[in-house]
């Protein structure tokens, strides 16, 4: 049967995305959420700093009682004993006394300033100050970072190190949040052969799983990334069967287009994943549906790796972004000056490689080798897509252009 008009991006898209549920929240330990959306508003329990405490190794004393020290007239003080962090046993300061304090130690009552030990003699039974702090110099003061009941991590932030920094600081040991997604990532075509092993005359290295298990792992995913499976519908169900146990989502690469061996497209169409056209270069063949008892989502990409690996940033990665709570789900179209002209056909959007450049205010963007969707090499070498719309030919040089950084995170 010849096919029907291709369906836009768009509603490619909106096929994927309109069924999609975000994956359930639980508390996870807090390494575990890096990278992840925080799913819950996160006030502090506890103040930081949780109590008044040196900013200096030196002496804690009473400011009014060494107001009048200097080089010519130091004061001299009975020091009364030794404040270490984590050892505090002096909790409170007499007036015309001092302390040796360390830095992080709680400053004792009655104690309103730190001595530092550059502005003594170091006296250990007596000290002798030669310069006198203002009232709360080198103290500092409980809640001045956080106190208790502020907004520290608000829902929808993507954790990073120096929020689980501050998480762990007021006491956090678990955030809620959405897991990552376990991914599936399986390869099919009877001509692959895994990288280190010898070809032969009619064989091809299987490079399009690990594409696209890396680009699951960068968007935050876990990947199990399957050994490769021959041309075969029965094989290739065996295999996905075997494999959905652990999935909260399958991406194929290979045989969804109308060739004699399109494995994956004669076993899942009768299952009811759909295929069809995208009005998309390179890319067009696409599918997508659910399978199994869990209804797990399955992404069917074409097997040339530039279609696959566009397709997962188009189609995959918003996915994923959306079953993990992250928003937006796809990558921001930013504007970039086109170096050189291009040419496009009229009716497929155009997704061509390129180098994206920001040179102070100047952004630009450059086409990386020609438009061939085997074209692995040209791939690797660019960190941008450049969009060309359906009905646009041609587009001079010096154009303002619709990109894709392909790097940046977001």
């Known amino acids: 049967m010849p096919e029907g008009a291709p369906d836009t991006v768009e509603q490619h898209l909106d096929r994927v995305l309109r069924d999609l549920e975000p994956l359930p929240v639980f508390p996870q330990p807090l390494m575990d959420t890096l990278g992840l959306a925080c799913a819950e508003d996160i006030t502090a329990a506890v103040a930081l700093p949780s109590f008044d405490n040196s900013a200096m190794d030196g002496y804690a004393v009473v400011a009014a009682d060494v107001a009048s020290a200097s080089d010519e007239f130091p004061v001299h003080l009975p020091v009364v004993g030794e404040i270490g962090a984590g050892n505090a046993q002096l909790l409170a300061l007499a007036p015309g006394t001092a302390a040796k304090i360390m830095t992080g130690a709680p400053v004792p009552t009655g104690a309103d300033a730190i001595v530092p030990y550059e502005w003594t003699d170091r006296g250990v039974a007596q000290v002798s100050i030669r310069q006198a702090p203002q009232p709360g110099q ?24 120096r929020h689980l920094g501050l998480l762990a600081s007021i006491g956090r040991a678990t955030v809620r949040s959405r897991p990552r997604p376990r991914v599936v990532i399986l390869s099919t075509g009877s001509e692959l052969r895994e990288p280190g092993v010898p070809l032969g005359h009619d064989s091809i290295y299987d490079g399009n799983s690990f594409l696209l298990a890396a680009a699951a792992r960068r968007a935050g995913a876990i990947a199990y990334r399957v050994g490769i499976l021959p041309d075969q519908p029965e094989a290739f169900l065996t295999a996905l069967d075997d494999q959905l146990v652990r999935a909260d989502v399958v991406v194929t690469s290979g045989g969804v287009s109308q060739g004699d061996f399109d494995v994956v497209k004669e076993a899942l169409a009768p299952k009811g994943v759909w ?99 085997h074209l692995v090499g040209d791939l690797a070498s660019s960190n941008a897509l450049v969009v060309i719309p359906e009905e646009t030919t041609a587009i001079p040089a010096g154009t303002l252009v619709d990109v894709l950084p392909l790097d940046l995170d977001y």
């Open 138 to 161: 080198h103290v500092r003061p409980a809640g001045e970072d956080v106190a208790i009941g502020d907004l520290v991590v608000e829902r929808g932030t993507v954790l990073g190190p």
């Open 275 to 373: 295929f069809g056209p995208v009005a998309m270069q390179p890319g067009k063949p696409q599918g997508f549906g659910f399978v199994g008892e869990d209804n797990t989502p399955i992404f069917t990409l074409p097997g040339n790796p530039v279609s696959s690996y566009i397709s997962f940033q188009l189609f995959v990665l918003p996915a994923l972004r959306k079953m993990m709570g992250m928003t937006p789900w796809s990558r921001p179209v930013v504007p970039a000056r086109l170096t050189h002209a291009v040419t496009s056909p009229p009716g497929r959007r155009q997704y061509l490689r390129g180098e994206y450049v920001v040179d102070g205010g100047t952004v630009t963007v450059s086409p990386v080798g020609g438009p061939g969707s």
